[in-house]
């Protein structure tokens, strides 16, 4: 983690500009924290099969983070969720004003694609990193998960669509994120079809996670607004606390399981993240 955090921090967006707060916009919600979770298993991949390229996967892993957050600022503008905090800081559209988030966003957006162009890494290897980023984060994954959620906020949905919607939302970018890693180690295509299908489910727990922990828990605790999900489609909403917990109880269990098939290697890249956020529910 503070090996990437370093490297985040040295490598923040850099432009030359007379405009008074650019350049604090594309920076802000980079620097205000987060957990960092895809671009730590992108890393966590690369580390534990050739860790002398541990260097040249840090600009793909920081694209990521770039892509995630301008999801997030978007996610947080009047539009969509309207909320004021994010990372336990004020969300861009509250700092500053709607269009320099919404530009800040869209900025972090197409630059996560040039980092990934130039980083260090073979050209065949940046085409197949750049897919699945696109294909998972776009309109097929990420935004089609949004539009799902925005168009049908108060109107409730079945638990396969729920699920549907978080597939796409949020777990598609953790399943790439994992790919990614195995790309650019040069894994078989068996493997990481493997670990798409695990990201994806690593990815529904942690919504899981997400929705029970808005319900449970308090503003400073999460950073970032709680108790706010009641026109939203989320797995307590449908199921209630208990069945959500034990929904999430049941998916970690299944994906603990799964973890112990992978190969030594594998299981030693995933283990600290898969302790840390298992059974982050309870």
């Given at each position: 983690?503070?090996?990437?955090?370093?490297?985040?921090?040295?490598?923040?967006?850099?432009?030359?500009?007379?405009?008074?707060?650019?350049?604090e916009?594309?920076?802000?919600?980079?620097?205000?924290?987060?957990k960092?979770?895809?671009p730590?298993?992108?890393?966590?991949?690369?580390?534990?099969?050739?860790?002398?390229?541990?260097?040249?996967?840090?600009?793909?892993?920081?694209?990521?983070?770039?892509?995630?957050?301008?999801?997030?600022i978007?996610?947080?503008?009047?539009?969509?969720d309207?909320?004021?905090?994010?990372?336990?800081?004020?969300?861009?559209?509250?700092?500053?004003?709607?269009?320099?988030?919404?530009?800040?966003?869209?900025?972090l957006?197409t630059?996560?694609?040039?980092?990934?162009?130039q980083?260090?890494?073979?050209a065949?290897?940046?085409?197949?990193l750049?897919?699945?980023?696109?294909?998972?984060?776009?309109?097929?994954?990420?935004?089609?998960?949004?539009?799902?959620?925005?168009?049908?906020?108060n109107?409730?949905?079945?638990l396969?669509?729920?699920?549907?919607?978080?597939?796409?939302?949020?777990?598609?970018?953790?399943?790439?994120?994992?790919?990614?890693?195995?790309?650019?180690?040069?894994?078989?295509?068996?493997?990481?079809?493997?670990?798409?299908?695990?990201?994806?489910?690593l990815?529904?727990?942690?919504?899981?996670?997400?929705?029970?922990?808005?319900?449970?828990?308090s503003?400073?605790?999460?950073?970032?607004?709680?108790?706010?999900?009641?026109?939203?489609?989320?797995?307590?909403?449908?199921?209630?606390l208990?069945?959500?917990?034990?929904?999430?109880?049941?998916?970690?269990?299944?994906?603990?399981?799964?973890?112990e098939?992978f190969d030594?290697?594998?299981?030693?890249?995933?283990?600290?993240?898969?302790?840390?956020?298992?059974?982050?529910?309870?």
């Open positions: 983690m503070q090996r990437f955090e370093s490297y985040l921090q040295a490598n923040l967006p850099t432009v030359e500009t007379f405009h008074p707060v650019y350049q916009a594309l920076r802000a919600m980079l620097t205000a924290g987060g960092r979770f895809r730590m298993l992108l890393l966590a991949v690369v580390e534990a099969y050739e860790p002398l390229l541990y260097e040249s996967a840090l600009p793909v892993a920081m694209a990521v983070e770039m892509f995630h957050t301008y999801s997030l978007h996610d947080d503008l009047p539009a969509m309207d909320a004021d905090l994010r990372r336990g800081e004020p969300t861009l559209h509250t700092r500053f004003d709607e269009v320099t988030a919404i530009l800040a966003g869209d900025a957006n630059d996560a694609f040039l980092r990934i162009a980083a260090p890494l073979r065949d290897v940046k085409v197949k750049t897919t699945l980023l696109a294909q998972n984060g776009g309109s097929q994954g990420m935004v089609l998960g949004q539009a799902i959620d925005c168009w049908f906020e109107k409730p949905l079945r396969e669509e729920v699920k549907t919607l978080h597939i796409n939302k949020t777990a598609k970018l953790i399943a790439a994120s994992l790919c990614m890693g195995a790309v650019i180690v040069g894994l078989d295509t068996k493997t990481i079809e493997r670990l798409y299908d695990f990201g994806i489910d990815g529904l727990l942690f919504q899981i996670q997400d929705d029970i922990i808005d319900e449970t828990r503003e400073a605790e999460a950073g970032k607004p709680t108790g706010n999900d009641g026109a939203k489609n989320s797995f307590v909403n449908l199921l209630g208990r069945q959500a917990i034990e929904e999430a109880d049941e998916l970690a269990k299944d994906l603990q399981r799964r973890f098939a030594e290697t594998m299981q030693t890249a995933l283990r600290p993240l898969m302790e840390r956020y298992l059974y982050r529910h309870r």
